[in-house]
């Protein structure tokens, strides 16, 4: 079973029903952050109705945001998350190809690729402009938003949201 994340238009009629008076920026964060998935609840929950309070409480030390992209593939994937975990964490640092992902895991990836494509939705090929049809010069990448963003600035910035060392700047 696949969940999917909410359409822009749900995800805007759930902040104007907690704020009203939303801004763009507050949307555009209510949007990044959740991904559209049904954790919007925590933000909701939390009374979190502009972006600068979203942000604050993204980033708080007890925040189940900073542990959950790791979180939602042990509970998808078991024992195995960690091959999975690694895939995804290898595509946000742009190494986006299979033979790249398989020299670098120094494993078989065909398999794992195909099941985050084709069962998760969380993957998808990308093949360069140009390219023909067939080729293998197929690029990957993340689909997802939640774990697009969650591992291109969550889990590569980890230690420096630890030790609370990040730029913040709200208008």
Request: hydrophobic fraction near 35%; glycine fraction near 6%.
């Amino acid at each position: 079973m696949t969940v999917y994340s909410f359409s822009t238009d749900v995800v805007k009629q759930i902040l104007s029903d907690l704020n009203p008076d939303y801004t763009n920026e507050d949307l555009l964060a209510f949007d990044m952050l959740t991904g559209g998935v049904a954790k919007i609840e925590a933000l909701v929950n939390n009374g979190c109705k502009t972006s600068s309070a979203m942000f604050d409480y993204f980033f708080t030390d007890d925040s189940f945001f900073i542990d959950e992209g790791r979180n939602v593939l042990i509970e998808e994937f078991g024992n195995e998350y960690g091959n999975y975990f690694s895939i995804l964490s290898l595509i946000a640092s742009s190494k986006t190809n299979r033979a790249t992902i398989e020299s670098t895991l120094n494993m078989h990836a065909g398999g794992h690729l195909d099941r985050l494509e084709n069962d998760f939705d969380i993957i998808r090929k990308k093949r360069p402009f140009g390219a023909k049809e067939g080729s293998k010069s197929v690029k990957y990448k993340i689909d997802n938003c939640f774990f697009n963003f969650w591992f291109r600035f969550i889990y590569k910035c980890r230690s420096a949201i630890e030790i609370k060392n990040f730029f913040r700047h709200y208008s």
